[in-house]
């Protein structure tokens, strides 16, 4: 912008043009309204880069188009510990006449809007107002003699109880979730090219056969054979060494090496024989050797 041709003071156009400067742009979505009040020459906006004094005749702006929600409360209590907490009231001490008066007003606003949503705050407005009435009224003492409850003392209880279930959320919500903070990556590998070979300790293997053996024990049959024994036959064997000595001391006629049962049948054939009186068995005196020799002279 040049200067007037009247020879007036340079320094009021360079003075507009720094007005025109800090003239507000159209900002995005989001950011604050500093549009003056008072039109004074000074440019509301910019649109395109040029320039706007005026609103244009024809703009046509929504009732609804400048009504902004500052503050969601997800229900009455978060909404009345919000009040609370804002303005650093105690807690177990709330004023009430306050509190209420904000309440209501916040309450006024939504009814606007949406009646439905305003139900269960107005459930907790009527509240409010039947605590400060009680409060109003004179206490009576109970019959045993003890100080009344303070008719506040349930709210605060459920306002402590909702302000740590807020907070426990809150906790929640801060940690690392799938999807909102990071996302799992997935690699695809195809088996049948990349071939990999277990890796195997000689000590694992070692332990592992080990425990194979020992299962492989417990699980083990045991079979019992039997032996066809002939007392016959052993009659017969006893014979024919008594045939070829005149005595044979009694203990010379087992064989312990070929087992108990071959002893056993051995005595019973022994026995047998001295039944039939084949064989004589004698002994000198009480502890002495026994000796065994045929009844009969063999020819």
Sequence with gaps: ???????????????????????????????????????????????????????????????????????????????????????????????????????????????KQNLELAAEYLLMAAMLIEIKSRMLLPAKKADTGEEPEDPRAELVRRLLEYEQIKLAAQELDALPQVGRDYVRTQVYIEQTVVTRWPEVDMDDLKAVWADILKRAKLTAHHHISREELSVREHMTGILRRLQSARFVEFSDLFDPSRGVPVVVVNFIALLELAKETLIEITQAEAFAPIYVRLSYSPS
């Design 1 to 111: 912008m040049t200067a007037n041709a009247g020879g007036g003071d340079p320094s009021g156009n360079a003075g507009e043009q720094q007005r025109n400067a800090d003239a507000l742009e159209i900002t995005p979505a989001g950011q604050p309204d500093t549009t003056p009040d008072v039109i004074d020459g000074v440019a509301l906006a910019r649109l395109y880069g040029e320039p706007l004094f005026q609103l244009p005749n024809d703009l046509y702006i929504p009732p609804d188009a400048l009504e902004v929600f500052l503050e969601a409360f997800q229900g009455p209590l978060d909404l009345l510990l919000y009040l609370i907490r804002k303005q650093n009231f105690n807690i177990l001490d709330i004023p009430l006449a306050q509190v209420t008066a904000q309440y209501l007003e916040y309450v006024d606003q939504i009814r």
